[in-house]
């Protein structure tokens, strides 16, 4: 596994590259509701969003960065486009604070993949062991996968 570290100092653009991996990595970019069909799509993403549904903002932060979601235009934005990355990515650690399994799992990835945020294999792997403890199948289909049969202590 490469180093995150030198990257993570790179442009803008390397830093929506990571971005864009993140929300790959974390399955968002094909998993919207069919509701943004209409017109203001992306005023709805956004709403949900801060409304505290990790999944929109990622996937908005995804659409500005593509300049499209779905078919559908808009505007490449990478500033607009970190912004709602960011947010998600934030948004997702609260969650899993909270008891959100499917937050947990995801930034589980994040910091296992160390694309936008500086890799960090045991607090991904804590994580990732919270959401399955949480009932989240997909953090323990990926704990198993991974070979993993300990019980992950808490970080300090």
């Not at 653009?13 to 970019?29: P, W």
């Not at 094909?30 to 505290?52: F, H, I, L, Q």
């Not at 929109?56 to 659409?63: D, I, K, N, R, S």
Request: glycine fraction near 8%; include cysteine.
């Amino acid at each position: 596994m490469r180093s995150t570290n030198s990257c993570l100092s790179h442009s803008l653009i390397d830093n929506s590259k990571k971005l864009f991996y993140l929300a790959l990595c974390l399955g968002m970019l094909t998993n919207v509701s069919p509701v943004y069909a209409e017109a203001g799509w992306v005023t709805d993403m956004e709403d949900r969003c801060e409304k505290g549904d990790t999944t929109q903002c990622l996937a908005l932060g995804t659409a500005y960065l593509k300049g499209e979601l779905e078919g559908r235009k808009l505007k490449q934005d990478d500033t607009k486009a970190q912004h709602w990355l960011r947010k998600g990515t934030r948004m997702g650690e609260q969650n899993c604070h909270a008891n959100i399994a499917a937050d947990c799992y995801a930034m589980g990835l994040a910091y296992f993949e160390g694309r936008i945020i500086q890799s960090d294999l045991p607090r991904g792997l804590e994580l990732m062991q919270r959401g399955c403890d949480l009932k989240y199948e997909k953090a323990c289909v990926w704990l198993h996968d991974s070979g993993i049969t300990y019980k992950i202590q808490p970080s300090p």
